[in-house]
């Protein structure tokens, strides 16, 4: 049996983890992109958990978290961080609780959302190179319970996000930088692997 | 009911309003083209709340066409576009010349989807071959 997982618990380390990496996002995306996501992100996370409610169910809590984000963060990833979690909130209904297999279906449904919104394939050099392999990684190991399979998820994601850095840009400002872009770690892969591995932290608590 | 309301998402404030001017110019006093330009603070960036206000000061009862620069304003409008309700649409046009497009077709009391393809369309304007 798993333990409950607690959503607000996961916005508010993701948040924690996002400010204290904040100057590293921004460096990186300064490096290919316009040089602000790490205190865009910061900015969101933070409104996010501002707009936390006391308590309700799970999937609530995400929807609640990814408005505030739409709103608050500026920049593209404000609506596609939004959108990933109202996209997982949505999925996960009104259950008080969440399992190993909600779970899965609501990053997937994170997923879906990200790419539907943004257009993005795999190996554009975007967030989805760290979210591919993490829900599928997820997938494998969900039969293993919430910790195992989340702690797959966020090694995967941070995987993936390495594995951005020879990639050419074929998305967003990066892209204008043709093989320029190349040698460089993708800003949105890298806070996605920050989030998830929020994820697996709090799951393993 | 009146004609189709335009909206333009822009990084920038002043390039929302200018282009704005150029689309009511072009709609003739009959279409409401509003900005929604920059972060709520009026600087670069995009917000969804100054979408929100703008698509409420365009709606007269007949929909309402979104127009995009780049990045994160399409990424915006489209967001907002998810969850909106009512008669909105996000229009994949080149920003100056769909807002003059939609804005002609939004006059001569075009449908929204009329409006929409219209914008559209304007990517099919040429300017010349680049080798002049």
Known sequence: MDPVLDMAAWIRHAAELVAADADRLTRLDAE???????????????????????????????MAAGRAIVSKTGGASGPLYGTALRRAGKALGDAETVDAAALGAALRAALEGVQELGQAAAGDKTMVDALIPAVAAYDAAASDGIAAATRATAEAAAKGAEETIPLQARKGRA????PRSIGHEDPGASSTALILRALAEVAAS | MGNVGIVVVAHS??????????????GVGEVRVEPAGGDVDGGLGTSIELVEQAVRAADQGAGVVLLADIGSSVLTAKTFIEDAEG??????APLVEGVVAAASAACGGADLQAVASAATEAYGFRKGTSSG
């Open chain 1, 32 to 62: 290919i992109g316009d040089g602000d996501h790490g205190h865009n992100l910061n900015r969101g996370f933070t409104a996010a958990v501002a707009a936390l409610p006391d308590s309700g169910p799970p999937g609530k809590i995400l």
């Open chain 1, 175 to 178: 892209s204008y930088l043709g």
């Open chain 2, 13 to 26: 404030r002043r390039l929302a309003e200018g282009v704005a001017e150029l689309g009511r110019q072009m």
């Open chain 2, 87 to 92: 008669e909105v649409v996000f229009a994949d």
